[in-house]
């Protein structure tokens, strides 16, 4: 069953607006982690934000934030300010009670000038 | 420590031939992991070793894939008979008790 649900396969945003990229997730244990991670065509999958089950407020980083809704098991990030460097493919991932990674399909995200 | 190391980044080999990766994580890590990802979709677990121990295989991991820690250091993961479909990007990443890194993964090519 599909633990990490990314539903927007592409967007495309404005240089300078924000974006809010989708993901919910499933799982049934209280212990758990929500990571977003960035992937630009070179391959590296780097880190951008995390959200404990248990943290009360939203994570943010910079301009990055996470709209956490625990009763809905969602986990949107925000991106705000576009940059024309933000253009990539962003992933959303869960850290399951054994510390593996279940990963999302990906959203493309498109930054235009 | 700069992070985890991929060797090689790009690998092309023939249908049939055996491939050997190697992953370096950073070293106070004890947790290795591997993942495959193929094009426009998100990565999907292979295994994981927790020091030397392999605890963990997806069922993704068919008998022609074998993957290897010794020492709880580097790790090897080693495809023989390769297949057209193992053509991917294989991702390693380590982690502690707090967040993963991930190398900038080994993309092979099976003609």
């Known amino acids: 069953a599909q633990k990490i649900t990314q539903t927007q396969p592409g967007m495309f945003v404005q240089e300078k607006e924000a974006v809010t990229l989708d993901c919910t997730y499933d799982?049934?244990?209280?212990?758990?982690?929500l990571f977003w991670y960035k992937q630009p065509s070179s391959g590296e999958m780097i880190f951008l934000i995390y959200q404990g089950s248990y943290d009360q407020q939203n994570a943010t980083e910079g301009r990055y934030s996470l709209n956490f809704q625990k009763a809905r098991k969602s986990a949107n990030l925000v991106i705000s300010a576009s940059q024309l460097g933000d253009s990539a493919m962003y992933f959303c991932a869960m850290r399951e009670p054994d510390y593996k990674l279940s990963f999302g399909a990906g959203t493309t995200v498109t930054v235009r000038a | 420590d700069t992070g985890v190391s991929q060797d090689p980044r790009h690998k092309i080999t023939k249908r049939g031939q055996n491939v050997t990766f190697r992953c370096d994580p950073i070293s106070e890590h004890n947790r290795l992991y591997w993942y495959r990802q193929t094009l426009g979709q998100g990565p999907e677990f292979l295994t994981y070793f927790q020091n030397e121990a392999q605890l963990e295989k997806s069922r993704l991991l068919s008998d022609r894939f074998s993957a290897e820690r010794p020492k709880g250091s580097f790790s090897t993961l080693e495809i023989q008979r390769t297949e057209q479909g193992d053509s991917a990007m294989y991702l390693c990443a380590s982690s502690d008790m707090g967040g993963y890194t991930f190398g900038s993964g080994t993309r092979l090519t099976v003609v």
């Open positions: 799982t049934s244990d209280p212990s758990y982690g």
